[in-house]
């Protein structure tokens, strides 16, 4: 298929489209841009390089890709932004690049959905098949794992990551990192158990959710501290690789995890304490 330029599009000459991109009625698509095949760019968005886009994007309306980070520090370095295939950012969507500083870098995976006005910020990672809701926002250098949902005009902290197939709900404010597989809910967000729902509708195993569900009610309900908690799920439920997975998640992070439950707050916890 042909490439299609509206009449009042601008398209940089150093632009590359492949074929089937559609650019809709004033776009403006500046230099350094590769736009991969069946992209459509819709009316008044932009996009901004050094930018590598893949395969049946979707860009609509008045979304911003690609434009300089939001970062003091920045000062004209030569950074970078890359998209997967298969996404689609809504109205009013903004994506920069990175940092610097930061790693110079922002990706984004495959076939996630970014409802109206959600924003990913300089040298983030998202991975792929994740929802973000309208509003949702993520400050700089942060990591979301596949299949993850950040419910509407919820904000993620900078340095904190967000796990695969977890859950935060609307409104929350994440300061620490966000279990895998948890529902986490709240502006003094708090963990309320596994995603049970968002797992049987990926097709988890039974079992898997099980053990998933007996892991996560030894971390955050036993008592024991979050070392003690580790070490009681790895004598009785390694060997899974979700549990294993949720292990290393608690041990590897940086600035601690939400484990605080309804009715029991604190609960900072980390694979040192």
Not at 137 to 151: M, S
Not at 183 to 193: E, R
Not at 196 to 211: C, N, Y
Not at 240 to 267: K, M, N, Q, Y
Request: hydrophobic letters at 40%.
């Amino acid at each position: 298929m042909a490439t299609k330029i509206h009449p009042t599009a601008i398209v940089d000459p150093s632009a590359e489209l492949a074929d089937g991109v559609e650019v809709g009625a004033y776009a403006v698509i500046g230099p350094r841009v590769e736009i991969g095949a069946d992209t459509e760019v819709g009316a008044n968005a932009q996009v901004r390089g050094p930018t590598r886009i893949g395969r049946a994007n979707r860009l609509f309306p008045m979304s911003a890709i690609g434009f300089e980070p939001q970062d003091l520090k920045y000062d004209g370095e030569e950074v970078f932004l890359e998209i997967g295939d298969r996404n689609q950012f809504r109205e009013f969507c903004t994506v920069h690049r990175g940092t610097g500083s930061g790693g110079g870098l922002t990706r984004i995976g495959s076939d996630n959905l970014f409802m109206a006005y959600a924003h990913v910020a300089h040298d983030c990672f998202v991975g792929d098949r994740t929802v973000f809701v309208n509003n949702a926002t993520l400050a700089g250098h942060i990591e979301v794992g596949d299949d993850a949902t950040i419910g509407a005009f919820s904000s993620v902290h900078q340095f904190c990551r967000v796990g695969r197939h977890a859950y935060i709900g609307g409104y929350s404010v994440v300061t620490m990192d966000a279990l895998p597989f948890v529902k986490t809910v709240g502006q003094k967000p708090l963990c309320y158990g596994l995603n049970t729902i968002g797992l049987k509708r990926k097709g988890f195993a039974p079992e898997v959710i099980s053990r998933l569900s007996k892991a996560i009610k030894i971390f955050v309900r036993s008592g024991l501290n979050a070392s003690q908690a580790l070490q009681r799920i790895v004598d009785e439920l390694s060997g899974t690789p979700e549990v294993d997975h949720l292990v290393e998640f608690v041990r590897s992070a940086e600035r601690g995890v939400i484990r605080a439950t309804p009715g029991r707050r604190g609960g900072r916890g980390g694979g040192g304490e």
